[in-house]
């Protein structure tokens, strides 16, 4: 089992944090929005006695809110072809498994989220990539790329969009592209499209699900980076597929059930919150706006514009990005401040690769970025001459 | 992967509740006892802005809150040692994950919780099971019985103490049988003791990490039936075992964190709690001696006398008990009621075994037991009746 390249210097955070340290986090995307009132509210208004299980599958009345708020993005399906999990990691954790037997392969693009590498060795399937390039703002890797990759152990293609760490939306072209590989070769498709709503460039948005292959695709949702709630851990997997829900059911049955105080949160979240969700999407593209930019003002820093999510996947003027993220955690401090980021190596499944980039997540507020810009490009400077 | 004995008929349950049945559930270690009221309370009074990740192995103020309530169970351990997680049974996933490689063997006792057997085949470990027997109240059998299913692939053992589904209560003795065994082979013990507190008889508790074995021992916890809160999802893995701890918490990192509202929730439960949980001791053991004594007094039922826990494995005068337990959903009504129950066979290994046995919870107020003994009865005359 790899160490997470997002949380794994989280102890190095921790020593600075007791001498005082500031530290800004780029590392990981914990938005600092404030989740919707309406949801807060609904914690107030627990009128329960007994705390007790719910249904395995979650919920009828945050399966049906669901249906409406899919039904928004043309995505049309039932409450019973919504699972509500634990998290969007335990979506795709138990879809993996279900779909998936030991030795199997899964095809999915590095630059990739590094859980979904966890969660393939969890279930003890082979993870093979393709690899997207900065040079190319990160966009899906030619069709060539995954019909040389796929072989006779491939049985399913993994995707995230927008993605988690790139920030890349794939275009309706792309997605194509995409089903007709998944056509030929009979694959499932797992297409996590938890940061559907951020897409900063008026790019259309494509659910796998509405590429008409039901039986293909199985959706990963969560309610978590949407509403700001990461804490509550509810996520969803939505698919078509009766095998595949029924599968996935056993293992559900075997955890009990998804947490019933982020069900009642999450459900209260989905409706009456329009303006809220217009807010965050115009704070996040204007902090996207801002970051990038300033990023790429620091001499030899080097970022693509992010169509959407909050991440973005940056080159630094370093051989050795790890080595970097650790340096500032244990010994660069600017006025007793520093930054935390993920090194990007761990993004990747091919070794060497991504060594001199980090992941970022741009969800402080703007004035934090600014200052987290101060502190990186003063550290890089300093980090320089040290080497 | 099984499907869950103590679920997989919910939807015929379902079904018979739309008709306006009333369905007693004896299947589910669900408590109706109420929350305590502090707990509950503590949800109200949440004044965060921002429902945000928690650390990976859960907020220290929980962890340093379960050190003192270990120690009154005379277990000593530190808060780094204390690993929080969604549920009892995902500490036991992970520990499983952690400890054990794939073909690995695990030893468990058989009537056994059933979902072991699922969190051992999601971690592709083979599960090798001793059988207890009902005719001798289900104690642990004989040292011998353990040194023959023990091969050069068994990894561990794992016992569940006071027992779900038996309700038995290792002794010392017991223990240090167990201990012997564990050294001499050099395996892992997983002890799940969410029951601890509900011991009726008196029986001192030993904890598995008193044994004096702290490299092998990786205790398995739970908020959610001393406080009836089964819906937070908040269990433990408690370990001394520093490379243990430190793989768990790699899986523990990919998945983020656990649930940030239940362990709100059950921090403010452990202390101040005291009186509550005697009051809930009672009622369980009330309910115990009245269901067990109801049992016993329906001709060709026998249950023996669970020490522990809130379950029983009684055997009934039917020849497929699980036969029984659907007739009971799709056909049979008393007055418009009827009863759920878990049909044993899912919670052994060996084939044929437990058959015409069924796991009972008795969670449920004295008045609704007594109802649901009167359906029973009358159940079994009927479809003796028919058969």
Same mark, same amino acid.
């Given at each position: 089992?790899?160490?997470?390249?997002?949380?794994?210097?989280?102890?190095?955070?921790?020593?600075?944090?007791?001498?005082?340290?500031? =530290?800004?986090?780029?590392?990981?995307?914990?938005?600092?929005?404030?989740?919707?009132?309406?949801?807060?509210?609904?914690?107030?208004?627990?009128?329960?006695?007994?705390?007790?299980?719910?249904?395995?599958?979650? !919920?009828?009345?945050?399966?049906?809110?669901?249906?409406?708020?899919?039904?928004?993005?043309?995505?049309?399906?039932?409450?019973?072809?919504?699972? =509500?999990?634990?998290?969007?990691?335990?979506?795709?954790?138990?879809?993996?498994?279900?779909?998936?037997?030991?030795?199997?392969?899964?095809?999915?693009?590095?630059? &990739?989220?590094?859980?979904?590498?966890?969660?393939?060795?969890?279930?003890?399937?082979?993870?093979?990539?393709?690899?997207?390039?900065?040079?190319?703002?990160?966009?899906?890797?030619?069709?060539?790329?995954?019909?040389?990759?796929?072989?006779?152990?491939?049985?399913?293609?993994?995707?995230?969009?927008?993605?988690?760490?790139?920030? !890349?939306?794939?275009?309706?072209?792309?997605?194509?592209?995409?089903?007709?590989?998944?056509?030929?070769?009979?694959?499932?498709?797992?297409?996590?499209?938890?940061?559907?709503?951020?897409?900063?460039?008026?790019? +259309?948005?494509?659910?796998?699900?509405?590429?008409?292959?039901?039986?293909?695709?199985?959706?990963?949702?969560?309610?978590?980076?949407? !509403?700001?709630?990461?804490?509550?851990?509810?996520?969803?997997?939505?698919?078509?597929?009766?095998?595949?829900?029924?599968?996935?059911?056993?293992?559900?049955?075997?955890?009990?059930?998804?947490?019933?105080?982020?069900?009642?949160?999450?459900?209260?979240?989905?409706?009456?919150?329009?303006?809220?969700?217009?807010?965050?999407?115009?704070?996040?593209?204007?902090?996207?706006?801002?970051?990038?930019?300033?990023?790429?003002?620091? +001499?030899?820093?080097?970022?693509?514009?992010?169509?959407?999510?909050? !991440?973005?996947?940056?080159?630094?003027?370093?051989?050795?990005?790890?080595?970097?993220?650790?340096?500032?955690?244990?010994?660069?401090?600017?006025?007793?401040?520093?930054?935390?980021?993920?090194?990007?190596?761990?993004?990747?499944?091919?070794?060497?690769? &991504?060594?001199?980039?980090?992941?970022?997540?741009?969800?402080?507020?703007?004035?934090?970025?600014?200052?987290?810009?101060? =502190?990186?490009?003063?550290?890089?400077?300093?980090?320089?001459?040290?080497?």
């Amino acid at each position: 089992m790899p160490s997470s390249p997002i949380r794994k210097l989280a102890p190095l955070a921790r020593e600075a944090k007791k001498e005082g340290v500031k =530290v800004y986090h780029l590392n990981i995307g914990q938005p600092d929005l404030p989740t919707p009132q309406k949801a807060l509210d609904a914690l107030k208004n627990v009128d329960r006695k007994t705390l007790e299980y719910s249904p395995s599958e979650g !919920y009828p009345g945050l399966r049906e809110k669901l249906v409406g708020y899919y039904k928004k993005f043309n995505v049309d399906v039932t409450p019973d072809e919504i699972i =509500v999990t634990c998290g969007g990691s335990e979506a795709i954790l138990l879809g993996l498994l279900s779909c998936l037997d030991p030795d199997d392969e899964l095809i999915m693009v590095e630059p &990739g989220y590094a859980n979904y590498i966890s969660f393939a060795k969890t279930a003890h399937i082979k993870v093979k990539t393709v690899t997207s390039r900065i040079e190319d703002g990160f966009a899906l890797p030619p069709v060539e790329a995954f019909e040389e990759a796929i072989g006779p152990k491939t049985k399913a293609i993994l995707l995230c969009n927008p993605s988690n760490p790139t920030g !890349y939306v794939y275009t309706p072209e792309e997605l194509q592209k995409i089903k007709e590989i998944v056509v030929k070769h009979d694959l499932f498709l797992f297409s996590d499209e938890v940061y559907r709503e951020f897409r900063y460039n008026g790019q +259309p948005y494509v659910s796998a699900l509405s590429l008409g292959i039901p039986e293909h695709v199985i959706m990963i949702d969560s309610v978590s980076k949407r !509403y700001s709630e990461c804490g509550i851990r509810i996520g969803m997997l939505v698919t078509h597929n009766k095998e595949v829900h029924d599968t996935v059911m056993k293992f559900c049955q075997a955890r009990l059930s998804p947490p019933l105080l982020g069900q009642i949160v999450a459900e209260a979240s989905i409706e009456g919150t329009e303006q809220y969700a217009k807010e965050c999407f115009d704070e996040y593209k204007a902090r996207r706006d801002f970051f990038i930019k300033g990023l790429n003002e620091i +001499p030899g820093v080097y970022s693509p514009m992010p169509g959407g999510a909050f !991440y973005t996947v940056a080159s630094l003027p370093v051989e050795d990005a790890e080595d970097f993220c650790r340096w500032l955690l244990t010994d660069f401090r600017l006025n007793g401040e520093t930054v935390m980021m993920a090194p990007a190596a761990g993004f990747y499944s091919t070794p060497g690769l &991504g060594k001199n980039q980090v992941r970022m997540a741009y969800v402080l507020k703007e004035e934090d970025l600014a200052q987290a810009l101060k =502190v990186l490009r003063a550290a890089l400077a300093t980090y320089k001459d040290r080497h």
